[in-house]
């Protein structure tokens, strides 16, 4: 006769449904998903605001730094343009006012563009350029008569401030330009003092064929 043998089962639920998959296991995925939906929502929110702030400093920086305005009322009387140099030596800021430009040293055009030219004459030094077009575009150059600036005796520099008002968007040859203006560049580190270059006045010049 064989001898009975009893089985201790433990019975553990697994909430089994008829269709054979567990809801414990359907329950946890669906955490899952919520909590990395959260996250990513989150890390996302903090990286559309922080682009979007970018963007708006950018913009204040660049309405602040750049103004081309055109104004028909505006009347200059004369061409007067003032250049101060901005130095820093031994942690002072100190101006130096340079030359003075009440004529333009030339005038060209090359193909749509116009170009005004203040320039002095000697072994070197500045040359401030307004390029016009259906805008005016300014321009400072360092130049030398030896290779100073890497091997080249041009160096264009970059603007940190451009305030710009004109009389007209386009003109012809016998129209009247008069401009005022004020034009800062950003730091030169070549020379002592990482000097800005300012460039500060009014224009009135009639256009010659």
């Known amino acids: 006769m064989a001898t009975p043998c009893i089985i201790h089962c433990y019975y553990l639920p697994t909430y089994e449904n008829p269709r054979g998959f567990s809801i414990r296991f359907v329950f946890a995925n669906l955490v899952a998903e919520t909590r990395n939906e959260i996250i990513h929502k989150h890390v996302g929110n903090n990286m559309k605001k922080q ?15 750049q103004k081309n305005i055109i104004d028909s009322t505006l009347i200059t009387k004369t061409t007067f343009i003032e250049t101060i140099n901005h130095s820093t030596i031994d942690g002072k800021l100190i101006k130096l006012k340079g030359y003075n430009y009440n004529s333009i040293y030339n005038q060209k055009y090359s193909n749509d563009t116009l170009t005004l030219m203040f320039a002095r004459k000697g072994l070197g030094s500045q040359i401030f350029k307004l390029n016009i077009t259906d805008t005016i575009v300014p ?56 000097p800005k270059f300012e460039y500060k006045g009014t224009i009135k010049h009639i256009l010659k064929n």
């Open 51 to 65: 682009i979007l702030l970018i963007l708006f400093g950018l913009t204040l920086t660049l309405l602040n730094a």
């Open 139 to 194: 321009e400072i150059i360092l130049w030398s008569d030896y290779p100073a600036f890497n091997g080249k005796y041009f160096k264009s520099l970059e603007f940190e401030h451009l305030e710009i008002i004109a009389n007209k968007k386009n003109y012809k040859s016998g129209d009247t330009i008069m401009i005022k203006l004020k034009c800062i560049s950003k730091q030169h580190k070549g020379h002592i003092g990482h």
